[in-house]
């Protein structure tokens, strides 16, 4: 490690303090999040990136760490890149509840008293922010945690007063565009909440499977039955191997077609999850895909609307 001496770091600073104040004169403006400058913030995912554009919009650079939408973020290892784009933020966006565990470690090494948010509390208690106490465990799961929170249409409107909150501190001239945005976002929230609730009202108590449970609290609020063995969902979400007990109990179930649907996520694809799916389309169950992070060139409205759309449309060929 090169280590400059006092007086070359006092130079540095003084140039770097100079070409600041010329930055600043140059544009009329004083250089900061608060006036000229667009906010720059960090999410975990892309998820969240797009909550915070549809608040923010121009005023906001948003980055997430994880761009490709085949990378399961469980797994995902941060880079010292990472960390130094935490480091740079001015907000930084993460899921929490051990969900994107790269990131806690990022801000616990280098971003401590950042500005941040989290949409779930503690990982212990599974409390998604908020307070949203609506999330019982589901009939032969123990959901009690589940960290899948954007799933839960409640909470990501959550997620947007506090974005908005946070972007009008650091932004205080911009605080009604703010608001005004974070307003129209919530009735998109809303008209999906609203389509949620059709479908269950049409569906309820239709009995599902699912490969890994990151549709858990959409599952729950369109009344649907998750009938998946509870051995087996527990063990791909571990990135295990389910026991053969568990794999016969999944087979056996959709060999005797109990589930109108079979929920896949791709991003956690495993050859057991392949042969449930195999499975499925022999026996002419549907199969409807929902993945962990946005496609590419979608909004979450976009990507939520899409989802809710194919998890209906196949409930309507089991009528």
Known sequence: MT??????????????????ALTACGTGEQAGPGTGDKIKVVASTTVWASVVQAVGGDDVEVEPLISDPNADPHSYESTPQDAAKVTDADLVVFNGGGYDEF???????SGQGKPTIEAVKDEHEGEPAGGHEEH?????????????????????????????????????????QFGQAAGRFAEEIGKLQGRVGELGDQNRGKQVIVTEPV????????????????????????????????????QNAVNAKQAAVIIYNPQTESPVTRNVRTA??????????????????????QWMDAQITALQTALNQNR
């Not at 280590?3 to 600041?20: N, P």
């Not at 051995?231 to 016969?248: G, H, K, L, M, Q």
């Not at 499925?280 to 409205?301: F, G, H, R, S």
């Open 3 to 20: 280590v400059r001496s006092r007086s070359a770091a006092t130079a540095l600073a003084g140039l770097a303090a100079t070409a600041l």
């Open 103 to 109: 990131m806690e470690r990022i801000l616990g090494n």
């Open 136 to 176: 019982g465990g589901h009939e032969g799961h123990d959901h009690s945690v589940n960290e899948h929170v954007w799933y839960d249409l409640h909470v990501v409107e959550q997620v947007t007063n506090q974005v908005n909150a946070e972007l009008s501190k650091l932004k205080p001239a911009k605080a009604e």
């Open 215 to 250: 549709a858990h609290y959409l599952v729950e609020a369109a009344n649907l039955q998750d009938i998946t063995p509870p051995e087996f969902v527990n063990a791909i979400e571990a990135e295990t191997d389910p026991s053969a007990a568990a794999v016969a109990a999944i």
């Open 280 to 301: 499925a389309e022999q026996n002419q169950i549907p199969v409807v895909e929902m993945t962990e992070t946005l496609p590419q060139d979608k909004t979450y409205v």
